[in-house]
């Protein structure tokens, strides 16, 4: 029996009506934005509406998820609003995070080039 496909889990940005960003990590975003919409989300989106979505991206692992979210949430609101700017800012940082970890798991399988002697 083939095994099953793995889920994918997406982090996404959220606006709140207080111009405020929150990010977070959902399998459903179209389902999680209905959820802090209707008050049944976290704890920071409530009250804060209208949310508006505008960022997300799509990860291979929960554990990638929950990466980027962490990285994400690092940054500056200056840092943040950048992101949101960028046609593929938020997916750019996913690929940068994932490939940070693949480098220090020794998974990266891109090429090096030898420095020249």
Known sequence: MPAAPARAYFVYLLRCGDRSLYCGIALDVA??????????????????????????ARCRSQGDALRLERAVKALTRA??????????????????VRNARERRAGLDTRPTVASPS
């Open 31 to 56: 389902a999680r934005l209905a959820q802090h919409r209707a008050g049944k989300g976290a704890r920071y989106t409530r009250g804060r509406g209208p949310l508006e979505l505008v960022a997300k």
């Open 79 to 96: 840092e943040k609003e950048r992101l949101i700017a960028l046609p593929r800012g938020l997916v750019g940082m996913a690929l940068r």
